[in-house]
């Protein structure tokens, strides 16, 4: 199996800064594409950005420009660092990454973290 724990979430001020960090471990010979997305109360689960094992990003137009999203390929983690944060930031973050849990396997496998608060209020 393969488990996803974040950390670096909290209570921020509005123009503030955070930054998230997501570390895997477990059956893991390969990770794709890694994540991070959030969910508010009462609205769908969205994508904030994402970067493939190559270093292509994706970032969701509401965020251009004020996070930042990193890999480190060696420690199976990936980073969000977030600036310049608004109260509509407050949202559960979770990671999420596709696994490739071994060499011989012909498919990926798509892995959630349990998410962690981030709560963006004067």
């Known amino acids: 199996q393969v488990q996803l724990v974040e950390s670096g979430g909290g209570l921020v001020q509005p123009g503030g800064s955070l930054r998230l960090s997501c570390a895997a471990s477990?059956?893991?010979?390969?990770?794709?594409?890694m994540g991070w997305y959030r969910q508010a109360p009462g609205n769908k689960r969205e994508l904030v950005a994402e970067?493939?094992?190559?270093?292509?990003?994706n970032y969701a137009d509401s965020v251009k420009g004020r996070f930042t999203i990193s890999r480190d390929n060696a420690k199976n983690t990936v980073y969000l660092q977030m600036n310049s944060l608004k109260p509509e930031d407050t949202a559960v973050y979770y990671c999420?990454?596709?696994?490739?849990?071994?060499?011989?396997?012909?498919?990926?496998?798509?892995?959630w973290g349990q998410g962690t608060q981030v709560t963006v209020s004067s």
């Open positions: 999420n990454a596709d696994v490739l849990r071994a060499a011989w396997e012909r498919s990926t496998y798509n892995f």
């Open positions: 477990g059956s893991i010979f390969r990770i794709y594409t």
């Open positions: 970067i493939t094992m190559g270093g292509s990003i």
